[in-house]
C-alpha cells in the first residue's frame, strides 16, 4: 500500500512540478489541450478499472460516474480543438500524467477488495484535488483562447464536485 501511495503522489507531484506548470514555461494552448486529454484519459481508465474490480456499490457507482463525466470533458475538448484548429501537443506534463496512470493502474490491478477500494478512492483524492490546483494556477491562467479558457472554468465544478465526492467516500471506508 505504501508502494502504490508514493507512486500515485510521485505522478501527482510530477504535473504539478513538471516544466509545463511552472512559471518560466507556460504551456501554450495545443499543450494544455493536451494535458486535459491526458488527465481525463488516466481518470478514464482508473474509473473503467474500478468498475470491474470493486465490490463495493458506493465505489462501483462513483468510478461509473468518474468514467461517464471524464469521457463526456474530453469530447468537449475533442470537439473545440477541433473548432479551434488546435492539435493537442504532447508535453512534459501530459507525458508525465500518462505515465504517472499507467503506473497506478499496474498498483491498482494487484489489490482487491477494501485494499482495492482504498487505493482508488484515496487516488482520486489527490488526483482530483491536484487537477484543481493545475487549473486554477496554470491551466485557466495561461489559456489564450477566449473558448478553451471559458472551457477549463465550466468544467472546474465538475472537479470540485468529484473531489467533495471522493472525500465523501473516503470517510465512510476509514
Known sequence: MKKLTAVLVAGLFALAASPAFSQSAAPNDAQIAGIVVAANTVDIDAGKLAQKKSQNKEVKAF??????????????????????????????TSKSLKESGDATLAKLKDLNGAKFDKAYVDNEV?????????????????????ELKDTLVKVRPAFVAHLEHAKHIQASLK
Open 63 to 92: 468510478a461509473k460516474q468518474m468514467v461517464t463525466d471524464h469521457t463526456g470533458v474530453n469530447k468537449q475538448a475533442t470537439a473545440l480543438v477541433k473548432k479551434l484548429k488546435i492539435t493537442p501537443e504532447d508535453s512534459d
Open 126 to 146: 489527490t488526483y482530483h484535488q491536484t487537477v484543481i490546483d493545475a487549473l486554477d494556477k496554470t491551466l485557466i491562467p495561461n489559456a489564450k483562447n477566449a
